[in-house]
């Protein structure tokens, strides 16, 4: 049998890789930028809310659209898009022309969860979904790892705008790759019929398309969306402000901070996988789904909650290891809870699922970005409260998922096919 899958889970990852690289730039740069363009937290928070806010709606209408169109034909206009839209960053200059970048950005970088989660329904059985998507998405941390380790260097040699337009270019070698590489599992010379049997092995769904409307009447649904409300706003808090942190709070600078950022995403990285890893292995030792599942996102959210600690912190290396902590926490919780969409969802709608809780948990990260920036303005930046917040919000999503899905059934198709 041929594993060509696997192959595909690797550009998915180098696409999730190139995204977060593209929008953690800004973040990285915060402290010099604060310095020669005169930023203060408010202004800062506008511009984490206008990427947010593009986001929300590119993940919404993008999960429709891959659905429609597909993730070969989507994937490549999503990339190029975000690819430009990096690379203008490097032309801004005030707030304004900041804020308006990030949101073309977040406009186009919406499409990139939906259409990964889609592919990984497409090329792989539900016993395998979890830890491919843990794979694919270990590239977000993976981005945010690479970024303080080139932007700083970048910046130096060439000034802060090289490093907008040189990580923006990466994308199109992606985009070169994908339509290279890329088909559907079916239509692929390289994947043989028995790789082609193993891929189609759970029971075949029904067809029916399903209204996007009709999508909000089920409890399937909303789970995803509440567990999306309660953990994306604290992943952007991890990429955005924690290079701020490190420079409050322990005065490190552009280059100091390198080596805490790059420690804290590269063990977060493995976070995605092992909670992938665990919820597969739990699979093949005959529990449910829904034990699986549940007990993966259990153990996650309870690794989260000694980061409310981390501000206490009298030293660097316990904070960073508090933070690690946490962020490997939630790449492990993350790639479960998109799993969650693939397992009770039928495979037409995944996409327009992951779209809607994307957008939910854009639309919480805006908010929770405007209570970040005036809870620092107001405490002249101490972070206590927005690191309580994060430690608890992962556990209150696993209560109210359980409460509407407490046996994690399949959505029901009888309704729609009425």
Known sequence: MTHYRWGVVA????????NYVDRAVLGVLKPLLDQELGWDQKDFGWMVTAFQATYAAGYLLAGRLMDRIGVRVGLTLAVSAWSVAAMVHGLARSVLGFSAARSLLG???????????????????????????????AGSPVGAILCPLAVPWLAGRWGWQSAFVATGAVGFVWVALWGWLYQSPDQHARVSPEELAYIRKDP???SVNIPWLELLRHRQTWAFLLGMMASAPVWW??????PDFLNKRFGLNLTQSSLPLM??????????????WLSSALLRRGWSVNAARKTALLVCALCVLPVFATPLQAGLWPAVALVTLAAAAHCGYAANLY?????TVPRQAVGSVVGIGGM?????????????????DFTHNNYLVPFCLAASTYSL???????????LEAMPLERVSQ
């Open 11 to 18: 550009l998915l990852f180098f696409a999730v890789t190139v």
């Open 237 to 242: 808090f991890f990429i955005f402000w924690t």
């Open 360 to 376: 939910a948990g854009s639309v919480a990260g805006m908010f929770f970005a405007q209570v970040v920036s005036r809870v620092l």
């Open 397 to 407: 999503a696993l209560i109210l998922i359980h409460l509407l899905l407490p046996r």
């Open 339 to 343: 799993t969650l969409v693939s397992d």
């Open 107 to 137: 406009l186009a970088e919406g499409a990139c969860f939906p259409a990964a989660i889609k592919a990984v329904t497409e090329w792989f059985p539900k016993e395998q979904r979890a830890l491919a998507t843990g794979i694919f998405n």
């Open 263 to 276: 420690i804290i995403f590269f063990v977060s990285s493995f976070g995605g996988i092992a909670g992938g």
């Open 204 to 206: 075949p769904e029904s």
